[in-house]
């Protein structure tokens, strides 16, 4: 099967800091990568995604950057606020996108 | 939650007993998905659908079963439920937009089988 990881289960950063999440996958072959906010209690909300013809997307304050050479994906949350502790996943898929590979999970922690 | 619906929100099951999981979706989305959250093992997928009556296995497929007769509707049904089912289980729906398949994901139905 597919192997998704994160390199840190937990985070935690002061708020108004930047924040960092790290994901590794494994499968060279994976064209397609999903950022998810999970909170407590609740389904995994999209947050951004890349396809692997790009190596950088932005949305509103987050930024997701993709390095195919070293498989390796992250996250960076600009201004981190208390609102943003959550668990972040990464999701990988390739081809047609049928079928995500998720990783285990990072937990951030915004302090105040 | 993206037009995403689940039912039962919460089910405590007996061991054996037959349980079924209800998803439903107003936003017309050609795929659904049924996953499962334990642990230390994040979302794996169990079964898919991509349209009416056409479902495929995904990775932890064993011991459940899937329908979907409406495009709205995606039962997953656990035909004999054991402990090692009691988990957290995610609908989600997806469209293709811009040649790729966002997921968007309901609130979830905590199973448990004692």
């Known amino acids: 099967g597919e192997s998704v990881g994160l390199h840190l289960p937990t985070l935690s950063v002061q708020e108004g800091d930047n924040s960092i999440i790290n994901c590794a996958y494994s499968?060279?072959?994976?064209?397609?990568f999903i950022w998810y906010k999970q909170e407590s209690g609740k389904g995994p909300q999209f947050i951004i995604d890349?396809?692997?013809?790009?190596d950088k997307r932005q949305g509103q304050r987050v930024t997701v950057l993709l390095n195919k050479t070293v498989k390796h994906l992250s996250l960076q949350i600009a201004a981190t606020q208390p609102g943003d502790s959550a668990v972040y996943f990464c999701a990988e898929s390739k081809n047609t996108g049928n079928q995500f590979y998720f990783g285990t999970g990072t937990s951030l922690t915004v302090i105040p | 939650d993206a037009g995403i619906t689940q039912s039962p929100r919460h089910k405590v099951t007996e061991t054996g007993t037959p349980v079924t999981l209800r998803c439903h979706q107003t936003e017309n989305h050609r795929y659904m998905y049924w996953y499962r959250q334990d642990p230390g093992h994040g979302l794996r997928l169990i079964h898919y659908s991509y349209g009416v009556k056409d479902t495929d296995k995904g990775e932890v497929s064993d011991g459940y079963s899937v329908s979907r007769s409406k495009t709205e509707d995606f039962l997953l049904t656990l035909e004999s439920a054991t402990s090692s089912q009691t988990s957290v289980y995610f609908c989600?729906?997806?469209?293709?937009?811009?040649?790729?398949?966002?997921?968007?994901f309901g609130p979830g139905t905590r199973l448990t089988v004692t």
């Open positions: 989600a729906i997806s469209e293709s937009t811009r040649g790729v398949y966002e997921q968007y």
């Open positions: 890349i396809r692997s013809n790009m």
């Open positions: 499968n060279s072959a994976s064209d397609y």
